[in-house]
């Protein structure tokens, strides 16, 4: 987990001590079950006797629960409720829920939204039988460069803050990054002739899935969503040609639903991106 950078640091409105408290709850994963104060420093790139200061008081106030006889710390229900609470607020987690749940029965394959998490999207909405092989729940991570719903998401993206982002992935992911770079231009492609993303075994060999962005009116968002199975299941023909559609059917009516849609014209839903144009531009951008 990164530090905040130079400029955050000393941006005189930035509460740096905030951001590193924020970040030893971050820390914490699903399943890990404790962390001591030395697996808390790896994780957060803090030194350790400024997370010792910051379990303390984390735990005076009610956030960490501390195990003395492993002289480790778990979450505590005041911290569980901070997550709880913004799941309640989404309401396009529990508008979608009837959208996914039968688009989960037509396809057989695991329907979720997601939203940024810094570089990884988190569900927090999932819709799937108990036979999947993929077995991700809410609270799960996945990675943007990679994941349909993570590419999805980049390309729903404003302009300037998708250059932003592809810059901290490139800063992130160092010489992995030309390979998952081609892969994101692809899929701004395939979203604008398709209205879909792919990711075919480039994030898990055995898992494929679709993505499609949703974009609404209030300024919330974006998100995305995805519809996944394990590569037997879902093959990339039947990705392209039932999967993908299916879920852009779906996420419309979802943005109709929510009040959020954005009409197109059909000059815009037929325009085909060239070579060399936007899509080329903003990767040359950061190269």
Request: contains cysteine; hydrophobic residues 40%; positive net charge.
């Amino acid at each position: 987990m990164k530090r905040p950078g130079k400029k955050v640091a000393t941006d005189r409105s930035f509460v740096v001590a905030l951001s590193r408290g924020l970040d030893v709850l971050r820390a914490f994963h699903p399943n890990d079950g404790l962390l001591g104060n030395q697996e808390l420093a790896a994780r957060t790139n803090l030194p350790k006797p400024t997370i010792s200061r910051l379990t303390y008081t984390l735990t005076k106030l009610g956030y960490l629960t501390p195990v003395p006889r492993f002289e480790k710390y778990q979450l505590a229900p005041s911290a569980m409720a901070l997550g709880y609470a913004a799941l309640a607020n989404l309401g396009v987690r529990h508008l979608s829920e009837p959208y996914r749940e039968a688009l989960m029965r037509e396809t057989g394959g695991a329907v979720a939204v997601g939203g940024r998490d810094r570089h990884s999207m988190i569900y927090f909405g999932q819709s799937r039988t108990g036979l999947l092989g993929v077995q991700l729940d809410v609270g799960s991570h996945v990675p943007i460069a990679t994941t349909a719903m993570g590419r999805a998401y980049i390309w729903a993206l404003p302009d300037d803050e998708r250059a932003s982002l592809l810059r901290e992935l490139r800063d992130h992911y160092g010489n992995r990054w030309p390979k998952m770079r081609d892969g994101i231009e692809r899929a701004g492609e395939m979203l604008a002739h398709r209205g879909f993303t792919i990711s075919a075994g480039e994030w898990q060999d055995d898992v494929h899935a679709v993505g499609v962005p949703l974009k609404l009116s209030d300024g919330t968002g974006p998100y995305a969503f995805n519809c996944g199975a394990p590569a037997f299941r879902f093959t990339e023909d039947r990705l392209v040609n039932d999967i993908g559609p299916r879920l852009v059917t779906m996420v419309r009516n979802i943005e109709t639903a929510l009040g959020g849609a954005v009409p197109q014209s059909k000059k815009t839903q037929n325009k085909k991106p060239k070579a060399g144009g936007r899509v080329a531009r903003l990767a040359e951008g950061i190269r």
